[in-house]
């Protein structure tokens, strides 16, 4: 029965693709236009869409391996056998295919048949109103009433991912550990909290489509949405004692073990601590290659949270120092070994860098933080008080960058229970409140919101309106505390209006900016409006008063001003997008989506389904097209009709967006018809020109083009020009000769390097020579051990072959700092290779700085990230070979 991950990967993704399923790519961590998450929680969230959605999805089944985070489970980590906040998704889907028959089915026969687990350790759960489930598992696969636990909507409803969209009844297959383990109670069965039965695999049925507000309709396209834990899967049928000792995190844990004492690793507490750093440093290596960097809101507050808690818990392992980042090339080596993760190894050393600059910020102040916690415990314990003070709550994160969330923490540890409305009310005093939401969530915050005058409101004029007078302020309410700024800013309000040129952010583009200002014969008042969003069925302005205030805001009337310049540029950048989109589309293929964008004044990105980057030559072609349409000056149409007939007229609807029954097309004739609710030009001539400025992966099989228009990009195309010309005058060549002259430049480095390389394997060599002179006259048998000057590896293995050449009956270990890294090259003579077998000698040389190496019985290459410990590493090779030799020579005597 026992499988690797790797194995377990294979076997479930090959299960699904015989039974219809086609591979998709995982979606990033970082989940594109779902305001509604931080992190992708399931392997579901990118498909929210395919199940909520009137447009027929592109796949009606589909399988995935997911990389997931969730901080619900975070103070459980390394408690529980189970418990992560970083794991991956194992899913099988269906949009508006087959139903629970089949999933109950394949679910069987996959862990039965298949992976070979003992049917009578597998118990079922469905939710308790859920009879069809129930009588597939009971009837239909035969398990018997007794078998099949029913629970509650807390077990046993799942969703939706983010509080809003695709949710429903699901079903959870439990792996019984065992009577020896968990709560013993003759009553102990799944759904239980304790360790016994364990839950592996979750068959979600989703069936509601579930709005903000909690209300539930069915959904266009109910389906099914499975999810099961790689590592817990890997756990049983591995016999771990836990996720963290499956063969894909133990090295992990090993690695962290090694970097403190072995003592502290064996205890309760050093068990625990090292499984949450397995689980930490590998979420944070996954989240910062995306992109996200610790930083007080939203995702960024998340990643300082999870960092900072590891770096705590380094303590327990008997860790010194700031130590995460060593733990980086760790997790990028048994996790980048997937293609789908092949961009963690080109973001390493990025994401080292920033865990360590963090680390090294939070260490500075940890030992004092915890002193000043302690020394608070110490007074509450003489006192028998059980509640920790908020004001030193604040303290400890005002002053030593301790999250709350960890101070609570530790103060639970102890017996003790944070202050939270005293926390609170330090952190309103001091004016220093945190971002520690993203700012979709700060804008429900709100206060309530005070009508001035009633009516219909939030009608939308601003395609052709950008700037409209005699508008009518219809409600009115104070601005988030986070949104409004800390106090000596400008006085911060919330308002709707009946009629409005401002638009709300959506689809990508940026929110309007502009003015709203009092018309004569009102109370003067004016405000600068900084955003705006929808709400419901509001179109919400935030506003900042540059003159006058809240109380004396009157319902109007109003000038409603939008700011002309960054209107006409992002209308630029919108229906520049909608052109390359469709070059990309023309160039590669209809299989070619829109996976994300953004439009605003100062640019555009555009995110697509790509297998690979773009060449030169597709990046020119691409933009050569869309300027020959914004040259031929195209009308740019748009068209009100249904969905159903904007669709059969070839308009590309947008997975993500949601759509009423009359949509409205955006269209360039012969060129592109997309389904759009966005400001754009009235000609493609208005754009000017685009030019592309990068082009990259951010997510495995998705690529990222960001790109500038018009007066901007004339200008880069400019400073290109000037520093051409800069370029010319610089090597003395005119424009046309550039090529040729920077050509002859590099051949001239090349001979040069070449010259370099030549007299530096002289040196080498001579170097190398007086070594094993000196060898020869003072050991035997005859060993070098030194440390060289190298320009490459190459070099260190043609000094070691010189080395077996001249010492057959001895050896040599050479190390060189090469480019900043550790290179070694053991070289050992056929007279020793069968007492001291150069990887064998390589290899643990390089041990003490968490270095690798192979090779050949004569000659062995090693390597290291960490050059700075050459000498510890020679000293520890000369050791090996010195205890190696005597017990050859002693073995010599005996016989």
């Known amino acids: 029965m026992r499988k690797t991950s790797d194995e377990l990967r294979r076997i479930f993704l090959e299960f699904f693709k015989d039974r219809g399923h086609p591979r998709l790519p995982h979606a990033p961590l970082v989940p594109m236009d779902d305001p509604t998450l931080l992190f992708t929680s399931a392997g579901m969230v990118q498909f929210k869409p395919y199940f909520s959605s009137p447009v027929p999805p592109p796949h009606r089944r589909a399988v995935t391996v997911q990389p997931c985070l969730r901080l619900t489970d975070l103070e459980n980590v390394g408690l529980t056998v189970r418990h992560a906040t970083f794991f991956e998704m194992l899913g099988n889907f269906s949009f508006g295919d087959y139903f629970k028959k089949e999933a109950i089915e394949w679910a069987w026969e996959l862990t039965t048949s298949v992976l070979g687990m003992p049917p009578e350790r597998l118990h079922p759960s469905v939710y308790r109103e859920d009879r069809e489930a129930f009588d597939l598992w009971a009837k239909h696969i035969g398990l018997g009433e007794k078998r099949v636990v029913r629970l509650g909507e807390k077990d046993n409803f799942w969703g939706p991912a ?67 834990g790689l590592e817990r899967l890997a756990m049983i049928l591995q016999g771990a004692p836990s996720v963290f000792e499956n063969d894909l995190l133990l090295p992990i ?99 080292a860098a920033a865990i360590l600059e963090e680390e090294s910020r939070f260490a500075r102040t940890l030992e004092q933080g915890v002193a000043r916690f302690e020394e608070t415990v110490a007074g509450l314990e003489k006192k028998r008080q059980t509640l920790f003070p908020g004001q030193v709550a604040f303290q400890l994160y005002d002053t030593y960058g301790f999250p709350i ?79 409004a700024g800390p106090g000596g800013g400008a006085t911060s309000v919330e308002l709707t209006l009946d009629t409005t040129p401002f638009y709300a952010e959506s689809g990508g583009q940026v929110a309007d900016t502009g003015i709203l200002e009092s018309m004569p014969g009102v109370t003067r008042a004016r405000l600068r409006i900084v955003d705006v969003y929808r709400d419901g069925d509001r179109i919400v302005h935030r506003g900042e008063f540059t003159e006058g205030g809240p109380e004396t805001l009157a319902a109007g009337p109003y000038r409603a001003i939008v700011d002309a310049a960054e209107r006409a540029s992002t209308q630029r950048n919108h229906t ?5 989109h469709a070059a990309l589309r023309q160039r590669f293929g209809s299989q070619l989506k829109q996976a994300g964008s953004l439009v605003a004044p100062d640019h555009l990105r555009f995110d697509f389904t790509h297998a690979k980057a773009l060449t030169t030559e597709e990046l020119h072609a691409i933009e050569t097209l869309v300027n020959e349409k914004i040259l031929e000056d195209l009308p740019v149409e748009t068209e009100w009709t249904s969905l159903r007939e904007a669709q059969e007229k070839g308009a590309m609807a947008l997975f993500g967006e949601k759509y009423g029954d009359r949509v409205r097309q955006v269209i360039v004739p012969d060129f592109s018809r997309e389904l759009c609710g966005g400001c754009h030009v009235r000609r493609t001539g208005e754009i000017g020109y685009l030019r592309i400025e990068s082009e990259a992966a951010i997510a495995s099989g998705t690529r990222r083009i960001e790109a500038v228009t018009g007066a901007l990009a004339y200008r880069r195309a400019e400073e290109d020009r000037a520093l051409l010309r800069e370029l010319a005058a610089r090597i003395g060549a005119g424009r046309e000769q550039l090529p040729a002259r920077v050509a002859a430049l590099q051949e001239e480095v090349r001979r040069l390097e070449e010259a370099h390389a030549k007299r530096s394997r002289e040196g080498l060599k001579s170097q190398v020579e007086r070594l094993i002179e000196a060898a020869l006259q003072s050991g035997d048998p005859p060993i070098v051990v030194a440390e060289v000057g190298a320009q490459g590896v190459e070099e260190l293995r043609e000094a070691g072959d010189l080395i077996r050449q001249k010492l057959p009956q001895g050896g040599g270990l050479l190390a060189a700092s090469i480019e900043g890294k550790l290179s070694v090259v053991a070289s050992v003579g056929s007279g020793l290779k069968g007492v001291l077998p150069a990887p064998d000698w390589a290899k643990d040389a390089v041990s003490i700085v968490e270095g690798k190496g192979g090779g050949k019985p004569e000659q062995a290459v090693a390597g290291a990230r960490d050059a700075s410990r050459i000498k510890e590493v020679l000293e520890r090779g000369r050791a090996f070979a010195r205890e190696r030799l005597k017990g050859s020579a002693a073995g010599r005597k005996s016989g």
């Open 162 to 228: 983010g509080g809003s969209g695709a949710c429903g009844p699901c079903s959870e297959i439990y792996w019984d550990q065992g009577p020896g383990t968990g709560c013993g109670r003759p009553e102990c069965a799944p759904g239980c909290d304790c360790e016994r039965y364990l839950e592996f695999w979750n068959l979600v049925f989703p069936e509601f489509d579930q709005s903000p507000s909690g209300e539930r309709k069915p959904l266009p396209n109910r389906g099914i949405d499975t999810g099961m």
């Open 253 to 351: 844990g090993d690695a962290a073990r090694r970097l403190g004492s072995a003592k502290a690793a064996s205890t309760d507490r050093g068990r625990r601590a090292a499984r949450v750093i397995t689980d930490h440093v590998r979420a944070l290596v996954f989240s910062c290659a995306e992109g996200v960097r610790p930083s007080n809101e939203g995702r960024g507050y998340v990643v300082r949270r999870l960092l900072r808690r590891a770096a705590r818990f380094g303590k327990d392992l008997g860790i010194e120092g700031a130590f995460l980042s060593r733990l980086v090339p760790v997790v990028v080596s048994q996790m980048s070994r997937y293609e789908e993760y092949a961009y963690l190894t080109r973001e390493e050393s990025s994401v």
């Open 405 to 483: 969330d960890l101070t609570v923490e530790m103060a639970a540890e102890r017996g003790f229970t944070v202050d939270m409305p005293g926390y609170d009310a330090a952190m309103k005093e001091q004016r220093d409140r945190a971002r520690r939401e993203a700012r979709f969530e700060a804008r429900h915050n709100a206060g309530k919101w005070r009508v001035l005058t009633r009516g219909a409101h939030s009608e939308f004029v601003g395609y052709d309106r950008w700037e409209v007078q005699g508008v009518t302020i219809r409600e009115v309410r104070e601005a988030p505390a986070s949104e």
């Open 576 to 580: 520049a997008t909608h052109l390359l």
